[in-house]
């Protein structure tokens, strides 16, 4: 049964950088999509960012102040997955979680479709920014 | 803002059954993209519940179900359990821009 380790450090301050690491346990690296999501304090699902094994990235690209800011890595040979944001403020504050993505692309009569989706979720890290 | 529009809160008693809905252009949930919803319950992490519409991974009570028309989807709950209060979220994908997994705003349910 496949499980997602991460960790990384609580607390910063404004204009330090968040990095976070994701591990992966009991499965395949190949094949999926690895995905860093936040949720602030009361809020809602912020989607950040994913890697490919193939090293592929994409960003949200609806939050350009984030998408300025973070870099997603792995490390094929440690079944890992890291994500960094610089300059962090307080509005960074949230819960981060990294997810294991499926993705699929299909073909059929009426056309193509689309099935992406998270299956496997980290426990999450809670970021704390503040002077 | 969400590009998925979800209800804030919804509410229902023991027993009964309630549906949440989850709202987006069709861009967002086109006929070429499946929705998907997740459960989170009080200081927990996210957890799938529904993916392609309608189907439910292991482990997940066949109370739980998901429809789909259009550009619109629901998560519907049968008979309603006090363990089921929690946020749900929808989800879905846009290919444009390369590539955006995006989520509804998230609908509280309270068991009363």
């Known amino acids: 049964q496949v499980q997602l380790q991460q960790w990384g450090a609580g607390l910063l301050k404004p204009s330090e950088t968040l990095s976070l690491t994701c591990a992966v346990h009991?499965?395949?690296?190949?094949?999926?999509?690895w995905n860093w999501i936040r949720q602030p304090p009361g809020k809602g699902l912020e989607w950040i960012g994913a890697?490919?094994?193939?090293?592929?990235?994409?960003?949200?690209p609806y939050n350009p102040s984030l998408k300025s800011r973070v870099t997603i890595s792995i490390d094929t040979s440690k079944n890992q997955f890291s994500l960094s944001l610089t300059s962090v403020n307080a509005a960074d504050t949230a819960v981060y979680y990294c997810?294991?993505?499926?993705?699929?692309?299909?073909?059929?009569?009426?056309?193509?479709?689309?099935?992406?989706?998270?299956?496997?979720w980290g426990k999450g890290t809670t970021v704390t920014v503040s002077s | 803002q969400s590009v998925l529009t979800q209800p804030p809160s919804v509410s229902g008693a023991p027993g009964q059954r309630v549906t949440i809905s989850c709202t987006g252009s069709s861009s967002y949930i086109g006929a070429d993209s499946h929705v998907h919803w997740y459960q989170q319950l009080p200081g927990t992490a996210p957890r799938l519940l529904i993916y392609d519409n309608t189907n439910r991974p292991s482990g997940v009570p066949d109370r739980f179900s998901g429809s789909k028309s259009g550009t619109s989807a629901s998560l519907a709950i049968t008979g309603l359990q006090a363990e089921d209060e929690a946020d749900y979220y929808c989800?879905?994908?846009?290919?444009?821009?390369?590539?955006?997994?995006?989520f509804g705003g998230g609908t509280k349910l309270t068991v009363l």
């Open positions: 890697i490919k094994h193939s090293g592929s990235t994409n960003y949200n």
């Open positions: 009991g499965g395949s690296f190949s094949g999926y999509s």
């Open positions: 997810a294991r993505g499926i993705t699929i692309f299909g073909i059929v009569v009426t056309g193509t479709y689309y099935s992406y989706y998270m299956d496997v």
């Open positions: 989800q879905s994908y846009d290919s444009s821009l390369g590539g955006y997994w995006m």
